[in-house]
């Protein structure tokens, strides 16, 4: 099992006082698998995403990847983990300005010291963005910037890879490629794949769909 | 509705109150420096056209000689039976005791009200003024420092500058020796009907009155020097508002269009936000003058003694509240805030009503301007080359500063740029070379604060090589120059010749220290007789000069000028020149003479003796072996009868000439650190606008798996190293700088050229400082990106912003 | 016995740079200050011409005084005054600037209308002001006095007169062939009862000619003048405060010389009478009977500017009006000083002089 939750809740505190996000998920996910989880605003899933992704401490229960708790893990720790397991793929898409398309692509991998210019030339083909390779992030559109986020979420070679609204951003069409894209790469690497999204059209195309509703999962 | 939305638009304030300090602190620090330097230059200029205005009576028309001679009394009377109502003058240097004072003889009974130096309050009555004893009117200083070596009643007159005192014209002539001749005649207005000058004295010339004086325009450099900090400290300043001002509305653009879309219209938008910005302006523009009214009472006391020492003119030590130097202060206010706010009030003009609130990505675009000012930069470079070869006079040599300074600073962003690129394409690592390029990237927001801090650091350089250079010539030179070992002054010159009478015997040799005063290539100057010794073949320090230029002294009719009076005009070696009384003389040798405003001429002493006769022969250089000077001080004190107060020994000679050294740049390097702490809070107040944004654009690196304090840590290290690059950048401008001060500017400012000596170690000094500065300003945003909440990181992602 | 005057001459150069109060304090304008040092006038001395048309540097004060009754060709009536002071700060000359001697000059020009005044101040041992004899000239800056060469006994027989200041400026030829007139006991003058005195000559028999410009307007005159001359030491007593002083020309040709010094008693008085062949006969103080007629303000302060002066002894009893009530010198010390008409027993013109209001 990549990603296991047990009985996780979290709860933040506002000035009306703490508001509930999460009580009480329970939520696996097997490698090679993908989930959609799904559910209004507010309902908590990004909230989820961010304890999986080790952005963010449970209040109860465990968070699991690779069988590690990571709710457990100190501040470097839980650094290590998002350096090397997980690749988070956003709706902003959240592209460094400064350097170019390829160094955007190859930079999470150089990080995790996981950097395989083959692995990477495949992504690059597979993912239609050779010819923006010398471009910076500013120059290119939504579509071709989440393809860009998802080239450097693989290059890492995660285990996991969560995305929060990844097609949030673009048009039906784009968003169905893209998403269609990330589906079949992740299949080929054999990743876990946990992604958020309001619309139960994209979320049909997942082998699950898990709906969040008042901070509990309800089928 | 306006009210309402006003108070939204300042509710800002409220959540960043560390903004609204910073922005107010900035105005306040600009205008601050600038009013204090105004205040100050106001001060001195009021100070200098009010003795010149009393003392040499400069608001009036005057008649003076053709020949600089002096007017004898009998062309006066001939003026008045002409009907020309003309007010004789005798003025010069008189030495009581150890204290020389200016000496204004005046005619009251002809001398008009606006001639006489003292307002009716201080009016003495005619009896006491110019008969009997006579009378002396004098400053409260001057009347203190008078006290017990003249037996003249003093009178106090508060009007009066110090170091001159007004007296009855027949007491001036009797004082100074001039049996009768007259230095100017003062003009009354005058009937209609007379006579032409040409026919009655066609020896005078008309000067019409209220033309600049000598002093102002002695002293200009030195004004223009602080003018030229003060504005340094402004445009400084100016770094910090710009940005806080930029930050203030980049954060409000959200509110901004929730305004509009409720129905706020663009235009009361914009007066709602010129308002604020008003009033900040005002809060701020009164903190800066209070801070310039403090600044400049702090430094008053130094640029009097520096205006002292190095053109010996007097300026109070206290301030008054001048509406020319608080006025324009505010005025440099609101102008300032006008300025630094524009670009955003254009850009609000700009912004459609639902603009995405999202931060811009400019380093593309900055790239093109980046190009552009180091163009720019490279033509001023250019211009001050060309101006430095070609040009003239002291304006040309600060335009020479001005364009080397804002030249270097324009080309510095360039300079960094390349460098970082230079870095990032040499880096092998993806994150060092993403910390170069996004070092590149912070440059646009840095530029304008790391272009403050290169001329803050450049200044310092330049300056303080200047002055070290200075300090190293002044000291050598002043142990060729005060050569002898005691300095005495006789009170009578009846006591004079008893003390000729009395030395011999008692010391290696006695060197008569006399002068006159005359007019030399169009100057008042004075004119110094030596003795034949060995004293000054070895000790004088000559910069140009035959091999016999003693010798020629001694025998011929040759003379020896000072580096100022050799540079003002085009006497070379072995030119003649005219002394007072039409005799000429050779010019046979140049020497330094720092700390003299004026021109000078040294003659053979019995050239002295014979062109001058009146020439007081009070002063005498002693040579005695040192272990005897306490004991021939003594001697001359108990058995001889000369006070004390008559006799200086070397020693505290030379501690007081360097005491008046330290003081004469001390305001400079105030002024030069209080720049540079300007330029440290305009570098913190960068970097807080910049870690305000710099989320967004860390975020995802955390979400990739850095550590808050990684980041931290790497925007310490890019802080220093921008401060270091820039640091490497100011040595060479400063020594450029440097280089203009002593080549250029002093020479025109001065008439003295000094070699450049550098101190590397003074550079280290600054380094350190600067490195200080540079965490300093670096701190509190780093603290703050250490220990940022991960909730306000998450926000980054979150789906709606 | 412009004595009083003296007063100015002092009066102005202290009081130019002393408060009045000082002053009020040592009679007016410090004329009764002590003399040390000083020569003192004496009865019996015998006055030698042309040097005692000189100055007389021993004694403190000293002054030339002419004053003029003019008539334009179309009739209008105007006053001339032409004054120099002596004051000395010590007695005796020096050389150049250390001369203790000051000079001022008075000039003035009355009309009916208007009364023009100018002041001037020269220091002595210069060149700027002084006095010559032989030729006579009597001068401060571009305002003189000159003896014209001619047929004359004495220096002062034929005089030409100039001085201008602010609108006005005059030149007049005064002529006599009459003789000098010494005043008081053979040029003696006692000026109080306490004995202080001075020497004191006059020559009131001028006629005059000349040239007079007001605003720019020229006017031709003729009339009668009068030069006085006097010096002393220390000419007023303590307790006396100023002076009304008349010099009147008959028109029968004889002349009054008559001044009252005020004192806080009944004041001292003194009178002379010129016959117009040069006689003169010194009245009894008791038989000159003076007393204002009429006030005016001049200045902001009362000023009696009409009087009636009463001499029993020779049937005299005759009125004064002044051609202009405001003929106020407003000179360091001021005065009021202006030509007069007289009408009654006998009629004629003249000036009066008043000090001390």
């Known amino acids: 099992m990549i990603l296991e939750l047990r009985n996780v809740g979290k709860s933040y505190s506002t000035a009306e006082g703490p508001i509930t996000v999460l009580k009480a998920i329970d939520l696996r996910l097997a490698r090679g698998k993908s989930v959609a989880l799904t559910g209004e605003s507010g309902s908590g899933k990004s909230t989820l995403l961010h304890l999986a992704g080790g952005l963010d401490k449970p209040d109860t229960g465990s968070v699991r990847v690779n069988g590690r708790d990571i709710g457990q893990l100190d501040d470097s720790g839980r650094a290590r983990y998002r350096r090397l397991e997980v690749g988070l793929v956003f709706q902003q898409f959240n592209l460094i300005p400064s350097i170019t398309v390829a160094a955007n692509i190859s930079f999470h991998a150089r990080l995790a010291e996981r950097y395989d210019p083959n692995w990477e030339a495949e992504l690059v083909e597979m993912l239609g963005v050779a010819h923006l390779l010398g471009r910076y992030p500013e120059q290119l559109s939504g579509g071709q910037q989440q393809r860009v986020a998802i080239g450097r979420t693989l290059a890492a070679r995660p285990t996991l890879i969560l995305a929060d609204e990844p097609t949030g951003n673009l048009d039906e069409a784009t968003g169905d490629s893209v998403l269609d894209l990330m589906l079949a790469l992740s299949r080929r690497a054999n990743l876990a794949l946990l992604l958020a999204t309001h619309s139960v059209r994209l979320a049909n195309k997942l082998d699950e769909k898990v709906v969040l509703r008042g901070g509990m999962i309800s089928q | 509705m306006t009210a309402a939305a006003f108070n939204v638009l300042f509710s800002h304030w409220r959540y960043r109150p560390l903004q609204l300090v910073t922005l107010i602190m900035g105005v306040a620090l600009a205008t601050g420096l600038w009013s204090g330097v105004q205040a100050i230059n106001a001060e001195a200029r009021a100070s200098y056209s009010r003795a010149a205005s009393i003392l040499e009576q400069a608001d009036l028309s005057q008649l003076i000689a053709r020949d600089g001679e002096g007017i004898p009394t009998s062309v006066y009377a001939r003026l008045r039976r002409a009907g020309w109502q003309v007010s004789p003058v005798i003025e010069g240097n008189h030495r009581f005791g150890t ?54 009643p003093l009178r106090i007159s508060p009007d009066l500058p110090d170091d001159a005192a007004f007296l009855d014209i027949g007491m001036a002539d009797r004082l100074l020796a001039r049996n009768g001749v007259l230095s100017r005649l003062i003009v009354a207005p005058q009937n209609p009907g007379l006579p032409a000058l040409e026919s009655v004295a066609p020896e005078l010339v008309f000067k019409s009155g209220g033309q600049a004086n000598d002093v102002a ?11 030229a900090f003060g504005f340094l400290a402004f445009v400084v300043g100016l770094f910090i508002v710009y940005s806080a001002t930029g930050l203030s509305f980049e954060q409000r653009r959200s509110t901004f269009r929730t ?21 900040l302006a005002l809060l701020s523009g009164v903190l800066g003058v209070a801070l310039g009214y403090v600044l400049a009472s702090t430094l008053l006391p130094g640029v009097s003694a520096t205006l002292r020492g190095l053109y010996g003119t007097s300026v109070p030590g206290s301030l008054s509240l001048r509406p020319e130097w608080w006025a324009t202060g505010l005025g440099m206010a609101f102008f300032g805030t006008a300025v630094s706010a524009s670009q955003s009030l254009l850009r609000l003009w700009q912004m459609p009503i639902l603009a995405s609130a999202q931060h811009r990505a400019w380093a593309m675009a900055s790239n093109a301007a980046t190009f552009i000012q180091a163009v720019g930069g490279a033509v001023l470079l250019g211009a001050a080359i060309l101006l430095a070869l070609l040009g003239h006079g002291l304006v040309a040599g600060f335009a020479v500063l001005g364009s080397l300074l804002i030249g270097a600073a324009l080309l510095l962003p360039l300079a960094l740029s390349t460098t970082t690129m230079i870095a990032q394409s040499l880096s092998r690592g993806a994150f060092t070379s993403w910390f170069w390029a996004d070092t590149r990237q912070q440059l646009p927001g840095l530029s304008l604060a790391l272009m403050a801090l290169l001329l803050a650091l450049s200044a310092n350089i330049g300056v303080g090589t200047m002055v070290s250079s200075f300090r190293q010539t002044f000291l050598g030179w002043l142990d060729q120059r005060l050569a002898a070992e005691l300095y005495v002054t006789a009170r009578t010159e009846e006591e004079a010749s008893r003390l000729r009478d009395w030395l011999p015997g008692r010391v290696r040799s006695v060197l008569p220290v006399w002068n006159s005063e005359g007019e030399v290539l169009g100057q008042q100057i004075q004119i110094f007789g030596v003795a034949d010794d060995a004293t000054y073949r070895d000790h004088w320090p000559i910069l140009l ?40 003389a050779r010019v046979v040798g140049v020497y330094s003479d720092y700390g003299n405003p004026k021109g000078q001429v040294i003659i053979g002493l019995g050239s002295l003796i014979a062109h001058y006769p009146a020439t007081a022969k009070l002063r005498y250089g002693l040579r005695v072996e040192p272990e005897r000077v306490d004991m021939l001080r003594r001697q001359l004190v108990d058995d001889f009868g000369l006070p004390d107060e008559n006799i200086v020994d070397q020693a505290s000679l030379k501690r007081q000439s360097r005491v008046v050294f330290e003081q004469t740049f001390a305001v400079t390097g105030a002024l030069n650190l209080l720049t540079l702490a300007v330029a440290g809070f305009a570098m913190f107040s960068s970097m807080l606008t910049l870690s305000g944004q710099r989320l967004p654009q ?41 280089w203009v001060l002593l080549a250029i500017v002093n ?55 | 016995m412009k004595g009083s005057r003296i007063v100015h001459s002092i009066v102005a150069c202290v009081m130019a740079l002393t408060p009045l109060s000082e002053v009020a304090s040592q009679g007016f304008a410090g004329l009764a200050s002590g003399a040390e040092g000083f020569d003192q006038p004496r009865r019996g001395n015998q006055l030698s011409f042309p040097q005692d048309h000189g100055a007389h540097s021993d004694f403190r004060i000293e002054w030339w005084y002419v004053t003029a009754n003019l008539t334009a060709q179309d009739g209008r009536r105007f006053g001339a005054q032409w004054t120099l002071f002596r004051s000395a700060l010590a007695p005796g000359d020096k050389p150049g600037w250390s001369d203790p001697q000051i000079w001022i000059g008075h000039a003035a020009v009355t009309s009916s209308e208007r009364h023009y005044v100018s002041e001037k101040l020269a220091r002595g041992g210069i060149g700027q002001a002084g006095v010559t004899t032989t030729p006579f000239e009597a001068w401060i800056d571009d305002w003189n006095i000159k003896g014209r060469q001619g047929t004359s006994q004495d220096e002062l027989d034929q005089l030409q007169l100039e001085a201008d200041g602010d609108d006005f400026s005059y030149s007049l030829a005064l002529a006599t062939a009459k003789p000098l007139v010494l005043q008081g006991d053979n040029g003696f003058s006692l000026k109080s009862a306490s004995g202080q005195a001075s020497y004191y000559y006059s020559q009131p028999f001028y006629d005059v000619q000349g040239d007079i410009k007001l605003e720019g307007i020229d006017v031709t005159v003729s009339g009668k003048a009068w030069l006085d001359r006097e010096w002393s030491s220390q000419p007023l007593a303590t307790d006396q405060t100023g002076w009304d002083w008349f010099s009147i020309h008959f028109d029968d040709g004889s002349k009054l010389m008559a001044f009252r010094l005020r004192d806080n008693d009944g004041g001292f008085v003194s009178a002379n009478w010129i016959s117009a062949d040069g006689k003169t006969e010194i009245l009894k103080p008791e038989d000159v009977r003076m007393s204002p007629s009429r006030s005016a303000t001049v200045e902001g302060r009362a000023i009696p500017v009409a009087w009636r002066i009463e001499i029993p002894s020779r049937k005299l009893s005759i009125q004064t009006e002044p051609l202009n009530e405001q003929a106020w010198m407003k000179t360091t010390t001021p005065y009021w000083e202006g030509p007069i008409a007289v009408s009654g027993t006998a009629s004629g013109v003249g000036y009066l002089e008043m000090t001390g209001y």
């Open chain 2, 217 to 227: 325009s002695l002293t200009d450099s030195f004004h223009l020097n602080l003018t």
């Open chain 2, 747 to 801: 020479v025109e400012a001065f008439g003295w050229r000094l070699p450049m000596t550098v101190f590397p170690f003074d550079w280290l000094k600054l380094g350190a400082v600067a490195l200080v500065a540079a965490l300093l300003s670096v701190l509190v945003p780093v603290r703050r990106l250490a220990t940022v909440n991960p909730a306000d990181l998450l926000r980054v992602f979150a789906n709606e912003r």
């Open chain 2, 259 to 279: 305004l509009r879309s409720v129905g706020v219209s663009l235009q009361s938008l914009t007066l709602m936000l010129l308002a604020e910005l008003l009033m």
């Open chain 2, 698 to 738: 860390l975020a995802p690196l955390w979400a990739m798996g850095l550590r808050r304090r990684d980041l931290a840590l790497l925007e310490v290290i890019r802080t220093v190293a921008l401060w270091f690059a820039t640091f490497l950048a100011a040595v060479p401008v400063g020594l450029l700088l440097a």
């Open chain 2, 99 to 152: 204290t020389s004072v200016r000496l204004i003889g005046i005619d009251i009974l002809t001398m008009p009200e606006e001639g006489r130096g003292f307002a009716v309050s201080g009016s003495p009555d005619l009896v006491a003024f110019a008969s009997g004893q006579g009378q002396l009117l004098v400053s409260m200083n001057t009347a203190a420092r008078l006290q017990g070596v003249t037996q003249i």
């Open chain 2, 545 to 584: 000069g035959a091999p016999d230029l003693w010798d020629m002294l001694a025998t011929k009719d040759a003379a020896l000028i000072n580096e100022q009076l050799w540079r003002g005009s085009d006497v070379g070696l072995g030119k003649m020149i005219t002394l007072p009384g039409g005799w000429e």
